[in-house]
T-cell receptor, first 113, second 113 residues
Framework: QKEVEQDPGPLSVPEGAIVSLNCTYS??????FMWYRQYSRKGPELLMY????GNKEDGRFTAQVDKSSKYISLFIRDSQPSDSATYLC?????????????FGTGTLLAVQP | DAGVTQSPTHLIKTRGQQVTLRCSPK?????VSWYQQALGQGPQFIFQ???????QRGNFPDRFSGHQFPNYSSELNVNALLLGDSALYLC????????????FGPGTRLTVT
């Protein structure tokens, strides 16, 4: 079983829709949760960063963490064609000498104009 | 403010050859991590360098080695290349070994034939 599970999609939505992207994880030591956006043939771009449980909002993006269910989500409101990309969740355990990130496989999102 | 840079952008090598990839971290960052991203997968942690030392290593063989220079730039070396080493190699930098926000470069696409 992978430490982080993510539905690879693809997910296709019309412009203006609310998008929900999700990941589940098995390692209860994970405390830091991140969402990255990756356009085709580019490096991942950090979108959102959350520590422990709760919600965080940044413009059209909202990240949610439910540690009791080991479940994290990213919501995109008023989706735009420019949001079309692969969305990767990533996690890291607290403590230790390094901040190794464990990634999901990524969900491919297509927003249709 | 220059972000993370990597070189070369892409390269093609033959099985058994050796390759060196280079990375310059984001200004002000002193920690560099390397990840391998196979097609359709999330990035996998190779190792992290801080203060010119390898701090943690992922599940990769000794054919993968690295180095960090006094100016914080880093190299990833892969010996005895296999077809399975074909992937996007990503460099990420952070403010310190314990910082959880990592910023990725555009990657080097390696093809092994």
């Amino acid at each position: 079983q992978k430490e982080v599970e993510q539905d690879p999609g693809p997910l296709s939505v019309p412009e203006g829709a609310i998008v929900s992207l999700n990941c589940t994880y098995s390692n209860s030591a994970f405390q830091y949760f991140m969402w990255y956006r990756q356009y085709s043939r580019k490096g991942p771009e950090l979108l959102m960063y959350t520590y422990s449980s709760g919600n965080k909002e940044d413009g059209r993006f909202t990240a949610q963490v439910d540690k009791s269910s080991k479940y994290i989500s990213l919501f995109i409101r008023d989706s735009q064609p420019s949001d079309s990309a692969t969305y990767l969740c990533a996690m890291s355990a607290r403590g230790g000498a390094t901040n190794k990130l464990i990634f999901g496989t990524g969900t491919l999102l297509a927003v249709q104009p | 403010d220059a972000g993370v840079t990597q070189s070369p952008t892409h390269l093609i090598k033959t099985r058994g050859q050796q390759v060196t990839l280079r990375c310059s971290p984001k200004s002000g960052h002193d920690t560099v991590s390397w990840y391998q991203q196979a097609l359709g997968q999330g990035p996998q942690f190779i190792f992290q360098y801080y203060e010119e030392e390898e701090r943690q290593r992922g599940n990769f063989p000794d054919r993968f080695s690295g180095h960090q220079f006094p100016n914080y730039s880093s190299e990833l070396n892969v010996n005895a290349l296999l077809l399975g080493d074909s992937a996007l190699y990503l460099c990420a930098s952070s403010l310190s070994a314990g910082a959880y926000e990592q910023y990725f470069g555009p990657g080097t696409r390696l093809t092994v034939t």
